[in-house]
């Protein structure tokens, strides 16, 4: 503490030059193609580096990151604006940077939640293949759909992970993770925010769901290795769909293999503890 009140000062200095345009060096030219005078750049420097870009290099930057917010010089200070404002369109489907001929727009006020905040963003679904399904589309890109039949709100596979840590060690409620994102995503209260009530349900819904789907991918390493064999939730039988207890004693994960047939009486005294240490934080 006394060594930080040092450079006090310096501290306060750096955290204020960020809030402003920065250094002729770094900000005169644009970072990607060089035009003079570009006005945006990356909020929180997200994407690293603290460079300024034009228009169509910060949208490049961009086009697979829908959920950063980047932020432009107006004059004065730099105003958050949206990705979604600035036109960016999300393909589904295809890789990126390929559009699609045979694509339908997603409702109009299409809404991801991810761990930087709650964004509206322009979607398209891809008719090519009427097999694969908006939702699965959706999936396909790690955003968990709220509803399996017309999605129009989605939770990012990081931010279903961050809630699922967050209620298991921090007890924290859906209701205030959501309202943590919301004032991430609009502290000041001036922008309208784009997510109803009902999306605290999207995320106490998902998170249990997500589990069930992944649970059984990690219990059974040996025979589905790569999650991609196929295997519907109802073939995988009774007592598969489980997170196994790490602190219950399981054979040849937190005990030796074949630790049934070892005679534990004639085992040293250390060992024989560690077992019951563990049998105990079972119950
Ligand atoms: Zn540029
Ligand atoms: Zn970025
Ligand atoms: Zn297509
Ligand atoms: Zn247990």
Known sequence: MKTWALHMDEYLDEVLRLEGHGSTSISSTCGGCGTADPTFRCSRQMCYGPGLFCKKCIMEKHSVLPTHWVEEWNGSFFQRRSLHSLGLVMQLGHPPGYSCTNSTPAHVHFTVIDVTGVHPVRVRFCNCDSRVEHRQQLMRVCWWPATARDPQTCATFAVVRLFQIMNCLGNLSAHDFLRSLELLTNNDGLDSFPMGDTDTDLLLESSPRFQTHRAPISNNLDDETSGTRP?????????????????????????????????????????????????????
């Open 231 to 283: 295997c519907t939730v109802r073939d995988r039988g009774n007592r598969t769909v489980a997170v196994r207890c790490r602190a219950c004693p399981q054979d040849g994960r937190n005990l030796p293999q074949g630790s049934q047939n070892i005679n534990w009486a004639a085992m040293p005294e250390d060992l024989r503890c560690v077992r019951r240490f563990r049998s105990k934080r079972a119950y």
